[in-house]
């Protein structure tokens, strides 16, 4: 019974170690049929086709980037035509405010849309993943460092309805991970 | 790879087409009759009705022509499977190159810089000499020899390829793109500026390039799309051509939709903030009497409705619907080249001929009937090309 981290801690969940990308895969398969909920995949590189494999969802962030980018919209709408069509109506080069004189607004209206829209996808995203984070139990394990270079692992978390010690080892040993070690906490 | 090609023909049969050839080349051969007799009547309606139906398609296989070139020069995985049928289009541009001799014998109808009257106009001048019949028709005729040179070509060693699938032919190609794609633009380019920017010698625009090309390498996209299902629909490609190939068209008639917006209206508005009045002359006329109603359907039917209909993610994987679309988009590309070339002849408002359609379909119809040729003359996708079953296995 291998173990990382300080031992007295709680268990952040079991990692199993693998060898290749299609391993890999393979297992992330077998683990999303097991019916499995909080695990994660790790590898030095993106492995196309893994979302499938791991039976994730399509992500909830566009329809978020969606409502950010129409914030940015109306946010243009509001403070080009409250200004200049109501509070302090202005004649620039002999175009006074109407239908035909909106296409001096439509840039900033393009502008704020898209930068809205990007920073709800950045900081979305980061918030989306929890990151900033500065550190992470999985460090506890010195093998684990080797996912930045040429190794590929499995976690399964404590907090999974289905995990249980023995059984979650047992599958992933079945699956052909070697080094199956629980994680503890700090 | 022998195992995906068992089920799904090679090359094409032509007995899907049958009587349809003939139909093809009749109607070309009476569109011409009908036109000729009409250019007689009225030689400067014939002028403008033919170069409208001339830039349509030339856009259509200018953007096949584009196509090719960025597969090549970003290496390309998912298009390989397509290729071909790029490499078909692009190979019309010899033909155009020919139709376009019309266009000869009534130039001074179309690019009034010609006529003796306004040989001494001091903006003309100022134009000496790229606006000099001379420096004019040897441009043309480069622009013509090198869409030749670059299009057969390049469709020669992509067909030597099928023999033998020597990864040579790929990287040669490669080559004889980074010549030609600085080319291209340059073609396109002054193509667009010296045909239809040159329909009023005093206008000028500095995004006027750009934006005929985004309308070239959406439209093309839209036949790409209609052509492929059409082949499917005849029992080929199967196995080859999947649903994320309809995906990547898909973002990419999307992408080009948002272009086309972005080029049109950043001309738009640098002309109509400016104010001046040797630029503004293009858009008063344009958003003037009846052209102001062909102008703004333009605008929310060129970018409003396929932008929504393309934003949704489900639409770009059904065939049938991005056919709809890509179907709706060629007729706003027509309604777009309409609303550029016609305008300088009719200048108090919208004025149908009969004569437009004829040379749609003069035009037209001589480019299917070559089509179909080249279309038998190759197997339909590169066959032997090394990122095949990668462009096969393509996943989103």
Known sequence: MSTAGNKSAPVFGIAAEFSCARDLYHAAEKIRDAGFRKWDVFSPFPIHGMDEAMGMKRSLLGKIVFLGGLTGFFTAVTLEFVPTSFLYPLIVAGKPTNLFTVPAFFPIMFELTILISAFTAVFGMLIMNGLPRLNHALFNWDRFKKVTEDKFFVAIESGDPKFSERSVRDLLESLGGTNVTTIHGD | ?396
Not at chain 2, 97 to 110: D, I, K, M, N, S
Not at chain 2, 251 to 278: D, H, R
Not at chain 2, 280 to 293: C, P
Not at chain 2, 359 to 387: I, Y
């Open chain 2, 1 to 396: 790879m022998s195992d995906h090609h068992q089920d799904s023909p090679q090359t094409f049969d032509y007995k899907h087409v049958g009587g349809r050839f003939l139909g093809l080349v009749a109607t070309a051969l009476v569109a011409y009759i009908a036109v000729f007799v009409g250019a007689g009547y009225d030689p400067a309606q014939f002028a403008f009705s033919y170069l409208f139906a001339f830039t349509f398609f030339l856009t259509i296989c200018m953007g096949g022509l584009f196509w090719i070139l960025v597969h090549h020069a970003v290496d390309a995985e998912w298009s390989v499977v397509v290729r071909r049928q790029l490499e078909n289009i692009a190979s019309l541009l010899p033909v155009l190159g020919l139709l376009f001799v019309p266009l000869v014998f009534v130039a001074p109808q179309l690019w009034q810089w010609m006529r003796p009257e306004n040989a001494h106009d001091p903006l003309l001048l100022e134009k000496w000499p790229y606006l000099t019949p001379a420096f004019f028709w040897g441009r043309a005729a480069f622009y013509f020899f090198f869409f030749t040179v670059a299009a057969v070509w390049l469709r020669a060693n992509s067909i030597l390829q099928d023999k033998d699938g020597a990864p040579r032919y790929t990287v040669f190609n490669r080559r004889i793109t980074f010549a030609s794609l600085p080319l291209f633009a340059v073609c396109l380019t002054f193509g667009a500026i010296d045909w239809l920017m040159g329909l009023d010698y005093h206008w000028f625009s500095t995004m006027w390039g750009v934006y005929i090309f985004a309308g070239t390498a959406l439209s093309s996209l839209c036949v790409l799309v209609l052509l492929i299902t059409a082949l499917r629909g005849a029992g080929y490609f199967r196995n080859i051509i999947s649903v994320e190939h309809y995906h990547i068209i898909g973002k990419l008639m999307f992408a080009f939709t948002v272009f086309w917006a972005y080029i049109g209206f950043s001309q738009y508005m640098l002309i109509w903030y400016a104010n001046i009045p040797e630029e503004t002359i293009y858009f008063l006329r344009r958003n003037t009497e009846s052209w102001q109603i062909l102008s703004t359907a333009l605008v929310v039917g060129h970018f409003f409705v396929p932008f929504l209909l393309l934003l949704p993610n489900p639409g770009k994987r059904k065939p049938a619907f991005l056919c709809g679309v890509a179907v709706w988009i060629l007729l706003m590309h027509l309604l777009d080249i309409y609303v550029v070339v016609l305008p300088a002849l009719h200048k108090a408002g919208v004025a149908l001929s009969w004569m437009d359609f004829a040379c749609l379909a003069a035009v037209g119809c001589t480019l299917a009937a070559v089509f179909l040729k080249r279309l038998g003359d190759a197997p339909l996708w590169p066959l032997r090309d090394p990122r095949l079953p990668n462009s096969i296995a393509l996943k989103n």
